[in-house]
């Protein structure tokens, strides 16, 4: 898992920052979009160089909910994860019936590289 490049797209600058900064502390390439539009725009010219997506649920313009939709149906190789601090009962089961990890905020380090290994190996296993 050392080296991947993740993808952390959250509209909170700090928020992403920080997710950033544990990432990497945890040897993780880290590069940041603070939307949904954003993220899909990095994607679209250079999907080979993401290995991973992190989410917020909650940005305005595209939830990370439609986000990962749409990741899973244009970059099906790239596994998605989604972090939120306060998800409603209908989110929770859209993301629950969607087989996508999700981390509650606030998360410590360990469980969040443990999400990331979760959905590499959903992945691979597709």
């Not at 989410?55 to 994860?81: C, E, F, H, K």
């Amino acid at each position: 898992m050392e080296g991947m490049t993740v993808l952390v797209v959250d509209d909170e600058t700090s928020t992403r920052q920080t997710i950033a900064r544990m990432l990497e502390a945890g040897g993780f390439r880290v590069e940041q979009a603070s939307s949904g539009a954003d993220a899909l725009k990095r994607l679209a010219s250079d999907s080979a160089s993401i290995d991973f997506v992190l989410t917020d649920v909650t940005m305005p313009g595209m939830t990370g909910i439609d986000l990962s939709y749409q990741i899973r149906d244009q970059y099906p190789r790239i596994p998605v994860a989604i972090v939120s601090g306060d998800v409603s009962e209908l989110e929770r089961s859209v993301i629950a019936r969607s087989d996508v990890p999700f981390i509650k905020k606030p998360f410590h380090a360990e469980s969040l590289y443990s999400a990331v290994r979760e959905a590499v190996r959903r992945v691979a296993e597709e």
